[in-house]
């Protein structure tokens, strides 16, 4: 919604403040902007059965910078075949708040922290005090069981207000990729 | 609010040099006006407009507020600027924004009540205080331009009956490489040396977060230790680099509540020129562990009256350990520090041309998940005695002219919301203003003053 502001002050005349005021949403106006999937986020390696994948946290100032690679709230779908390895290449561009990232059960209610994870290995460590901006980390692990699970911000409160993404262990799908899904 | 009325005492007996007037009844300088001005000086807390601006709950920010997590560290670091509430903008001409604001009222309200009971009662008066409020605060702040914002409590003082302005910070934050590394550069107007900090070490937002106005408290205190707080206005420039190295110098200024303008022949406590603060810390983080370390002071020449004339000197040394360790959802925390302030007494109101004065607190904080919170927290106090600055009174004076106190802090919090507090407080002193037993002359004992306290404290 878009209005034309003219602000009178007594004994100084028309003082024309602004061009236009534009409500509800600074940052909510990068939020509109859609996300979309680089495909260059996963890279496969069919014969070492690896998957790589590139995971930013912070990348655009959708939910206040708390997102990974542009999505929040389970709208970015990583999926894994069963037995594979995943290696997250993280590494937080948030300018103004810690992240970290952990795997953990897609089993319903938001943890308010970290928890133990999913898969053995599968965290960032620093879990609770995170890692600041420009910080990176590596996270390998193996996919050992199928199912779904989230890719988790655990630092307190984070992953409770919508930084994470959804991960699916599949026993069918025989090469990684990436998809959206409707946000939770 | 322990170091309250100490603080009401130290800062007569420091700046003034009224120590004598302090500690009398009827002396120039009464406890009850004091503590109008200095009565808020202690209270620690955070705000639900933070919240409300940030969409995280309390527990994001805070273990068991107003003790700060790695977001919330990074939060007031950055200037309390982030945000993910709706915001309305504005736009010059050519597109460029001009205008950023919540849509959401920045204010929020603090609503504190409790009981006080003292082992033995204070001469001439009622054991069992209840005060209701015990404290009223207002609160606003946060995002105020992309790059500014700030902390603004506003308190009323039941004792007084008024309304007066509380802790502030409002601050400039930006980011910029320095070797290659990300680096906060910023600066901060405050009036508290120390409200700015990050960490729950240092004394404006050190334990204990929520104490007694009414209980006996220890006489002593240094300048940093709140002395100054609401009494002054600083200006800090401060830097974080990689997340390793903090350093923060700045000025502190009087700025005095509450009395005519520009200062003059009637002022006291005034600061001559400007008082230098300065702060380095070491933050670190492994596994589930954080450390900082660091190191903290100010000093400041101070016109026992008046705005010109000899002053005396105080110079404050102090270093600071905050650790946090994480056990999934439960938490240890230990905070803690050691100040030394040298006095020097140039324009009187001391006994000796110069003293010392020496203070240590230690809190070890066992959260369990966001409920419960069990402290244990030493205290101690020692200086040089002094006849003059710790004279001896009925109940708040030294027999001994000595300034020394030593005690434990337990403490038992309940939190059944995050913005809820019910708070069981037990202070016990084993040295009260220099003695264990008849330790004012009058005969009361240190353990007289042990003091119950019950708070329940409300945020919303």
Redesign the interface.
Same mark, same amino acid.
């Given at each position: 919604m878009r209005s034309l502001i003219n602000v009178t002050l007594p004994g100084m005349g028309p003082l024309f *403040?602004?061009?236009?005021?534009?409500?509800?949403?600074? +940052?909510?106006?990068a939020q509109a902007a859609i996300a979309t999937i680089d495909p260059a986020w996963l890279r496969a390696d069919v014969a070492s059965k690896t998957a790589e994948f590139k995971l930013v946290a912070g990348l655009t100032e959708l &939910?206040?910078?708390?997102n990974f690679n542009g999505f929040s709230r389970g709208a970015l779908v990583v999926t894994v075949p069963q037995g594979g390895n995943l290696v997250l290449h993280f590494k937080n561009q948030d300018? &103004?708040?810690?992240h970290s990232v952990e795997i953990i059960p897609d089993s319903g209610a938001l943890p308010?922290?970290? *928890?133990?994870p999913a898969f053995e290995h599968a965290t960032t460590? +620093?879990?609770?005090?995170?890692f600041? =901006?420009?910080?990176s980390a590596d996270v390998r692990f193996v996919a050992r069981k199928a199912g779904a699970f989230l890719i988790f911000c655990a630092?307190?409160?984070?992953g =409770? =207000?919508g930084m994470w993404i959804r991960l699916t262990v599949s026993a069918t799908a025989d090469k990684p990729a990436l998809g959206t899904a409707a946000e939770h | 609010m322990p170091r309250q009325v100490g603080m009401v005492f130290a800062l007569c007996a420091l700046l003034t040099g009224g120590a004598r007037s302090a500690f009398a009844d009827d002396g120039g300088w009464n406890a009850a006006e004091a503590l109008r001005v200095y009565v808020s000086a202690y209270v620690h807390s955070r705000t639900p407009t933070y919240a409300r601006q /940030?969409?995280?709950?309390c527990?994001?920010?805070h273990t068991h507020f107003p003790e700060l /997590?790695? /977001?919330g560290r990074?939060?007031k670091l950055?200037g309390y $600027?982030? %945000? %993910?509430s709706? !915001?309305?903008? @504005?736009?010059?001409?050519?597109?460029q924004? !001009?205008?950023?604001l919540n849509?959401v009222a920045p204010v929020s309200l603090m609503v504190q009540t409790s009981y006080t009971s003292t082992k033995k009662a204070q001469p001439g008066t009622q054991n069992g205080t209840v005060v209701f409020p015990d404290q009223l605060s207002i609160f606003t702040g946060g995002e105020i331009t992309p790059h500014v914002g700030g902390f603004l409590q506003i308190t009323f003082d039941p004792q007084s009956g008024q309304l007066g302005v509380d802790n502030a910070d409002f601050r400039f934050a930006t980011?910029t490489n320095i070797l290659a590394? %990300?680096t906060t550069l910023g600066v901060s107007l405050n009036n508290n040396p120390t409200v700015q900090d990050v960490w729950n070490s240092t004394p404006a937002w050190g334990f204990p977060y929520g104490s007694s106005a009414v209980a006996p408290t220890p006489a002593a205190a240094t300048l940093v230790d709140g002395t100054l707080a609401q009494q002054v206005a600083g200006l800090t420039a401060y830097t974080m680099w990689n997340?390793r190295v903090y350093g923060e110098v700045g000025v502190y200024r009087s700025a005095p509540l509450g009395v005519l303008r520009p200062l003059d022949s009637t002022a006291t406590a005034v600061i001559s020129g400007v008082a230098p603060y300065w702060r380095l810390a070491l933050p670190n $983080?492994? @596994?589930?562990n954080?450390l900082a370390i660091g190191t903290y002071g100010m000093a400041a020449s101070v016109y026992p009256t008046g705005v010109a004339g000899a002053t005396n000197r105080f110079t404050d040394f102090a270093v600071d350990i905050a650790y946090?360790r994480?056990f999934?959802?439960n !938490?240890f925390t230990l905070d803690g520090t050691w100040i030394h302030e040298k006095q020097t007494w140039t324009a009187g109101g001391a006994a000796n041309a110069t003293n010392t004065l020496r203070t240590f607190r230690m809190d070890a904080m066992y959260h369990i998940g966001?409920r419960y919170a069990f402290t244990l927290a030493p205290f101690a106090t020692s200086g040089s005695s002094d006849s003059v600055l710790y004279a001896p009174a009925p109940m708040v004076g030294s027999r001994a002219g000595s300034p020394d106190n030593n005690g434990l802090i337990a403490e038992v919090d309940v939190m059944p919301w995050q913005n809820l507090r019910l708070q069981f407080q037990y202070v016990a002193y084993n040295k009260f203003n220099g003695s264990s037993s008849n330790y004012d002359g009058f005969g009361r004992r240190a353990a007289d003053n042990n003091t119950l306290y019950i708070l329940t404290w409300l945020l919303y």
């Open positions: *403040v602004t061009g236009a005021l534009l409500l509800g949403a600074a +940052r909510t106006e &939910n206040g910078g708390m300018p &103004n708040l810690p308010s922290g970290a *928890v133990p460590g +620093r879990l609770e005090q995170g600041s =901006a420009g910080q630092v307190t409160g984070h =409770a =207000a | /940030t969409g995280l709950a527990s994001a920010c /997590t790695a /977001t990074a939060f950055n $600027v982030f %945000r %993910r709706e !915001s309305l903008e @504005g736009k010059n001409p050519e597109g924004q !001009s205008l950023l849509l980011h590394k %990300r997340d $983080v492994w @596994g589930q954080y946090m994480s999934g959802s !938490s966001q």
